[in-house]
């Protein structure tokens, strides 16, 4: 069973997710091929189906060109 603390950030993760892909001008595919994961699993992270690990949150970042450091601090503000 999944907390409302939980639902909160997973709704939050994919948000900021899915605003730095649109704003890196990237498809779900093309960061997909970028972090080395599949479509599908970038799907299920932006409909909050599943919870990133850190490794993985380490290859979507790099895949977005951006910072670990600055995708927290966004996901933070949407807390």
């Known amino acids: 069973m999944v907390d409302e603390a939980s639902n909160v950030l997973l709704d939050a993760f994919a948000h900021t997710l899915r605003t730095h892909r649109q704003k890196a001008g990237l498809s779900q595919e093309e960061l997909a091929h970028r972090a080395g994961k599949s479509i599908r699993y970038v799907s299920l992270l932006e409909s909050r189906k599943h919870q ?17 450091e600055v995708f927290i601090h966004d996901l933070e503000e949407q807390l």
């Open 52 to 68: 990133p690990s850190l490794e993985t949150l380490k290859g979507l970042c790099d895949g977005l060109n951006i910072s670990m």
